[in-house]
Each structure stands twice: as C-alpha cells, then as structure tokens.
C-alpha cells in the first residue's frame, strides 16, 4: 500500500505564512509529479503547484510569486512554502503524487487525506 501523509495546515492571520509538507510511503517503486492542490468551500478542487521528477515546476496564476513548490527526492517529500497569504487562500490542500507502485506494478496519482488553511485576522 501506498500513504500520503500532509502537516503543516493551520490558521495564520493576512500576509503571514504556512509550510507544508507531504510524506509518501509504502510499496513505491518511482514517483514521477507530485503537486499541491485545493478546495474551498462550495467550490471544485483547483490546481496549486506541481513539481515534476526533473524539478521543473508549475503554479497557478493566484499562487505565482507567493508560494514555493520543493521536494526531496530522497525522503519522497514534497513541500508547499506560503507567504503573503490571502483569506481567499482559505482551503483544504491535498497532496498528490503520480507514482509506480512497486507491488502492482500500476502506475496511477495518489492523493492525501488533507490538510486545513485558514487564513483569517
């Protein structure tokens, strides 16, 4: 089995900032992207970051300038910097990662239990 295990949410006042990181273990063989994802409430789950095995990176226009996508390979570890946080920031981020398993030999994402952003004075 494979887990993805988020940290790092919390509540943080306007213009402050949250890291968050995003653990995955188990029967992994490889992971190809992993990235940073939300849902607010009464709305669709949207794309924030992604980061792929090579390390280039992607953003959503909302994001771009304020936050930062990283990983580490070795811990297969992936981290979510915020600064300058809006409260339209608010939302539940999901970690998910593209990845081979190494028990079924399927390749398919992963997604993490969630993790709470509220962005609030």
């Known amino acids: 089995q494979v887990h993805l295990v988020e940290s790092g949410g919390g509540l943080v006042q306007p213009g402050g900032s949250l890291r968050l990181s995003c653990a995955a273990s188990g029967s992994i063989f490889s992971i190809n992207d992993m990235g940073w994802y939300r849902q607010a409430p009464g709305k669709e789950r949207e794309l924030v970051a992604t980061?792929?095995?090579?390390?280039?990176?992607n953003y959503a226009d909302s994001v771009k300038g304020r936050f930062t996508i990283s990983r580490d390979y070795a811990k297969n570890t992936v981290y979510l910097q915020m600064n300058s946080l809006k409260p339209e920031d608010t939302a539940v981020y999901y970690c998910?990662?593209?990845?081979?398993?190494?028990?079924?030999?399927?390749?398919?994402?992963?997604w993490g239990q969630g993790t709470q952003v509220t962005v609030s004075s």
């Open positions: 980061i792929t095995s090579g390390g280039s990176t």
């Open positions: 998910n990662a593209d990845l081979l398993d190494s028990r079924t030999k399927v390749s398919r994402d992963y």
